[in-house]
């Protein structure tokens, strides 16, 4: 995992996680977002950084392939992950959605990976949480 710590040049970012019960923030620069596959029981990882143009997916990876998750023609197969660098602008916000099949999304940061609900202190469920950038709140 490439995450890396928040810095004091980030611009006044950070990631928020909106959920039904509220929104928890997060001062940090960089996180992996990883997951498995509810079917193929397969490991996914994607790399983002928080800018003030968006979140911006650096790069992704698969441990293998299962329907919907096949690599694009560019990956390679590095230490056993097909990896990619995908081309898309900055985004706002992503919507995770959880099916509860397969246990829940991972944000990775720091060499330590805790679950949407570790992060937001209450199951989640199969509820969506939505991903976004907000703005920092002064103390």
């Avoid at 990956?75 to 900055?90: S, T």
């Amino acid at each position: 995992m490439a995450a890396a710590s928040a810095g004091p040049d980030r611009g006044g970012v950070s990631l928020c996680f909106a959920t039904a019960a509220g929104v928890k923030a997060l001062a940090l620069s960089a996180f992996t977002l990883a997951w498995t596959h509810s079917v193929a029981k397969v490991e996914w990882q994607e790399d983002w950084q928080v800018t003030p143009a968006g979140l911006e997916l650096v790069q992704a990876r698969v441990k293998g392939t299962g329907p919907g998750m096949e690599p694009p023609p560019e990956a390679r197969l590095v230490d056993g992950w097909f990896q990619w660098r995908p081309q898309r602008p900055p985004m706002h916000e992503v919507v995770l959605g959880n099916s509860g099949a397969a246990g829940e999304w991972r944000l990775c940061h720091d060499g330590k990976c805790r679950t949407l609900s570790e992060i937001v202190g209450h199951p989640i469920g199969a509820n969506v949480t939505t991903m976004s950038i907000c703005e920092q709140q002064e103390k």
